[in-house]
């Protein structure tokens, strides 16, 4: 019995240097997982942290989506392995400084309540750094949970200055 493949919304953070090269890599990777569909990867966007400790660096973060048949868990493993594999240890803190950091956002229309892997992101449709970037390659995309598209939802954000670093 094979698997069914789902879309799955990953989003992508870096705010120790080199982090642009870092994101190229988490590009890389995160395309290396795609299963035939379409590989989407949004422009990378340069953001002031959000909730973080006075002095944090800003940030570039990105979006992308795959087409996956592995499940959640198995997907985040992944995901996890990565980011250790690229410096960010495996015991880190919240809002922290990061080498690297990739989020699931979401996973088809699969909900989960899991302590370990909530489905979809619960603060995805509360970050601009998360919904500008996810706008630009899903507009018409209805996260599981909401009634209106991620570009209507991106459009009520304060805007925090996002600024568009490099174009995919």
Known sequence: MSASVLRAGIAMGSNIEPCLGRLQAAGDFLRSLNEG????????YKTEPVDCVPGTPAFLNAVAEISTSLSPRELLGRL??????????????KNTPRTIDLDILYVG?????????????????????????????????KIPGQSETVKTLSSRLKSHGLQVIVAP
């Open 80 to 93: 996890q392995t990565f980011e250790i594999s690229q410096g960010r240890p495996g015991d880190h803190g």
């Open 37 to 44: 569909g379409s590989f989407l990867i949004s422009s990378i």
């Open 109 to 141: 229309d699969l909900e989960s309540s899991d302590p370990d892997i909530i489905l979809p992101h619960p603060r995805a449709v509360e970050r601009e750094f998360v919904m500008v970037p996810l706008a630009e390659i899903c507009p018409s995309l």
